[in-house]
């Protein structure tokens, strides 16, 4: 919890964490990132959400990326019961091939999109996330995406728009604890 989004506040919470963190691509979050002790694991998702949107603006190049975005889910689709060897394995032989087919034609397609046209922001969003965006590959144990922590963050989404506020800064601090222990335990049933 914090009462503000100012960028120093998602530091505090992780200490001297070393390693992998996967999130949506915030700018609060980016000072996390500097000097690589954390490495950004973005969330393909959000990249695809932002093409699905643009996608009746620009139908050809639109419908390409989602069936670029589609390939690569389906490896994870094959690979979600494996072992994270396995699934790693796996990302090697079919995503990593799939991810530098996919960069290559996005780069040749925004090369021939206006920058601030819907579809060229969309995919102006993958080109300038692309390395955290890959970073899925390295280990077995990240995911694709960041959908289950936005599951689980839903619940305050909709609640916090029922009751607008916390009633205090402690508050706030409570019902996040409280929030991250019911989460955690569903996630573990």
Known sequence: YS?????????????????????DAYPG??????????REVACLAHARRKVFDARDTDTLNGYTALAWIRK????????KDKTDEER???RRTLSIPLLVGFKAWLDDAA??????????EAFGYARNHWIALCRYTEQGFLSIDNNAA??????????RKNWLFA???????TAAIHYTLISTC???E
């Open 3 to 23: 009462s503000d989004r100012c960028k120093e506040h998602p530091r505090e919470p992780l200490g001297d964490y070393e390693g992998y963190l996967s999130a």
């Open 29 to 38: 979050y980016d000072n996390l990132y500097v000097g690589l002790k954390i």
């Open 72 to 79: 690569l889910y389906d490896v994870e689709d094959i690979a």
């Open 88 to 90: 790693l394995a796996l």
């Open 111 to 120: 090369l021939r999109l206006p920058p601030r046209s819907i579809m060229g």
């Open 150 to 159: 936005e599951r689980a963050l839903r619940a305050i989404a909709i609640g």
């Open 167 to 173: 009633g205090s800064d402690q508050g706030g601090r």
């Open 186 to 188: 569903k996630r573990h």
